[in-house]
């Protein structure tokens, strides 16, 4: 019998999906959008709870700080990729107005 290989959801995916739950969206709503299981969405947000939420699964507990580090470097990738669109997007129509 072959063997399923588990899921492996990054901190961040698992924030996102807390906060879904947090904004008042129920918990089998936010699971059915995400393709997440109810189950595993519950246990997320409980743990987020008692502050027992972890990165992959394997046990590593992240601090406060690095928590933060993770938030603030996806919000610079975020940045960086508007920032970007927003320069072609420029410089594309500067183009037509010639």
């Known amino acids: 019998m072959e063997r399923i290989p588990r899921k492996i959801y990054t901190y961040e995916f698992k924030l996102e999906a807390i906060r879904l739950v947090e904004s008042g969206q129920s918990v089998a709503a936010a699971a059915r959008s995400l393709g997440v299981v109810e189950q595993t969405l519950w246990r997320w947000v409980q743990d987020q709870k008692a502050g027992k939420l972890k990165a992959n699964g394997r046990g590593s ?20 990729m508007e920032r970007d669109i927003l320069g072609k997007a420029t410089a594309y129509f500067a183009k037509g107005q010639k």
């Not at 507990?61 to 960086?80: G, S, Y």
């Open 61 to 80: 507990k992240l601090t406060a700080e690095q928590v933060e580090i993770r938030q603030l470097r996806a919000e610079n990738a975020r940045l960086k």
